[in-house]
């Protein structure tokens, strides 16, 4: 088994708008499907992220958020385990909200030093 980052990924505007009970709303609509990747074997952790951060450069560190002029943000992550990409990214696909049309999911295979010795 690969392990996978899965970055939720969702509108700003949006989610700035979002009362807490709004955004606990979402979580609890995602609970089912994190409870279905537990009993797969699938899921290795996460969390949901606030809102709140900062941006870190060389030269600048920007204490506004970690969101600079982008309409989409990183409000999650989850660590997970499957065969390959192709099945991460089938187990990201059926995140409810993600059917629901009300975020994305992006999918990175996690490079661990095997990876990195053969690739590189």
């Known amino acids: 088994m690969e392990k996978f980052l899965l970055i939720i990924r969702e509108d700003l505007k949006m989610m700035k708008q979002f009362s807490e009970k709004d955004r606990y709303n979402g979580i609890r609509q995602m609970m089912p499907w994190v409870e279905s990747l537990t009993e797969s074997g699938n899921y290795i952790g996460g969390e949901p992220l606030l809102i709140t951060g900062k941006y870190v450069s ?5 204490s506004d958020g970690p969101f600079i002029e982008s309409k989409e943000g990183i409000s999650g992550y989850l660590f997970l385990q499957a065969e390959n990409l192709e099945q991460a990214a089938s187990i990201a696909q059926g995140c409810p909200l993600v059917l629901q049309d ?19």
Request: net charge positive; hydrophobic share 50%.
């Open 58 to 62: 060389k030269e600048t560190l920007v």
């Open 102 to 120: 009300k975020m994305v999911i992006e999918v990175r295979p996690i490079m661990t030093v095997n990876n990195a010795l053969i690739n590189g």
